[in-house]
């Protein structure tokens, strides 16, 4: 018979019946046969082994946090399979370890419900933001809102909705439903909205194509009168700019063709522009050749003459006829200083000239004479006299009537 401490929870009998021992005594647990009693309690040592390690496992996945449900599953299991276990250990310890983690699995469970139920509360709250962010968009003045720009937000709000669906926590069956249907109604207002706006449009981009192109058979149909045709196709393109949008794609395309008519009568003008340009060259030429000649007329100081010579010159400078747009302000301004200098010359005739205004000088200079002759005799009388203040006084007039005299015999 083999000794009773082979180990100190278990033995091997004779008939290798291998027991363990508890505190109500010892339980037969298997037989090893045709092994050594040590190779027997092994065998049995590894089956607690297993036992323990599972144990020790759940204890880790407790403290990791996981799900009360599967804990309690775990729990019953281990319970029952450590109720008489075929194993040789301080299976005692493993059943209080055990027993242990049975009550930390209702603290668990009341934790993880309260946990639960806070997620739950935060889902909501999140799906009550995306269905407030889709309402907001739904309730916009189709009429002023960038469809594209309100397409990409609601699309994003349900992409964020269906990833939150898949992967946050579940929410009540009756507020999930209820927040899903106001969402759903906030998308097909927009959905709605969108169609009839994008069908609105379609509508006034039709009416617009037929108008432009219109337009443009009006266009090419200018194109005999060449450069004659410019002012009528000025006016079709303020029509063109009423017309309104036709659409990207049409626009283009249409604004192609009529823009090609118009070509064809400014390429008409250009022809005759270039043409007349060289014309103009040859009037240039002709125009300061002349106006070097005109240019001799400011050093003739007889008006009669000037006026002649100048009279002579404008008559040719009409006929050579026009120059360069960018030469007429010059030329101009030279033929311009040339007729101010005989406009002065007349004047200055006329100023000096003027009946009406030669009689009231020639009155005026005898009234000053007059005066003149008077102060003279005054002033003579002060000197005699000898009174200072009236020889001052009467130089002063005298003095101040001279320079009237003198400037109206100037």
């Given at each position: ?38 190779e ?77 139920q ?14 407030v ?14 469809w ?57 981009h ?63 003008k ?41 009279i ?62 008077k ?16 020889v ?19």
């Amino acid at each position: 018979m083999a000794s009773d401490d082979q180990a100190p929870w278990g033995r091997v009998d004779d008939d290798g019946t291998v027991y363990v021992r508890e505190a109500d005594g010892e339980r037969a647990v298997g037989q090893y046969p045709d092994a050594t009693p040590a190779e027997a309690l092994a065998y049995y040592e590894r089956k607690f082994t297993e036992l323990a390690g599972q144990v020790t496992l759940l204890e880790q996945r407790v403290k990791r946090g996981a799900s009360a449900n599967d804990v309690s599953k775990a729990v019953t299991h281990l319970r029952e399979a450590l109720a008489e276990p075929s194993a040789v250990g301080d299976i005692a310890t493993l059943r209080t370890r055990v027993a242990a983690l049975d009550t930390t699995v209702v603290e668990l469970t009341q934790q993880q419900s309260a946990e639960a139920q806070q997620a739950q509360a935060e889902a909501v709250a999140y799906r009550t933001t995306l269905v407030v962010e889709a309402e907001v968009l739904a309730s916009q003045d189709p009429a002023r809102v960038q469809w594209k720009t309100v397409t990409t937000q609601i699309d994003d709000v349900f992409a964020r909705w269906q990833k939150h669906q898949q992967e946050g926590p579940r929410i009540p069956k009756g507020e999930g439903n209820e927040l899903w249907k106001r969402f759903r109604a906030a998308r097909s207002t927009i959905d709605t909205n969108r169609k009839a706006f994008y069908a609105e449009l379609d509508a006034v981009h039709r009416d617009a194509r037929t108008r432009k192109q219109a337009l443009v058979e009006q266009a090419e149909a200018l194109a005999p009168k060449g450069a004659d045709g410019i002012p009528a196709y000025r006016g079709l393109l303020d029509d063109w700019k009423r017309a309104g949008r036709a659409g990207k794609k049409y626009d283009d395309a249409l604004w192609a063709k009529f823009k090609a008519a118009g070509d064809v009568l400014y390429g008409a003008k250009s022809a005759i522009v270039a043409q007349d340009e060289a014309e103009y060259d040859d009037n240039l030429v002709a125009k300061l050749a002349l106006l070097d000649e005109a240019d001799g007329i400011l050093a003739i100081t007889d008006r009669t003459a000037a006026r002649d010579a100048l009279i002579s010159v404008q008559q040719r400078f009409d006929e050579i006829g026009r120059v360069p747009r960018d030469q007429v302000r010059p030329v101009e301004d030279r033929l311009r200083k040339v007729e101010n200098h005989v406009r002065k010359l007349d004047e200055d005739f006329w100023q000096k000239n003027n009946p009406e205004k030669k009689a009231r000088s020639e009155g005026l200079a005898g009234q000053l004479q007059s005066a003149i002759a008077k102060l003279e005799a005054e002033l003579e009388a002060a000197e005699a006299s000898g009174d200072k203040r009236a020889v001052k006084d009467a130089q002063e007039a005298l003095a101040a009537r001279r320079i009237w005299l003198d400037a109206l015999g100037s």
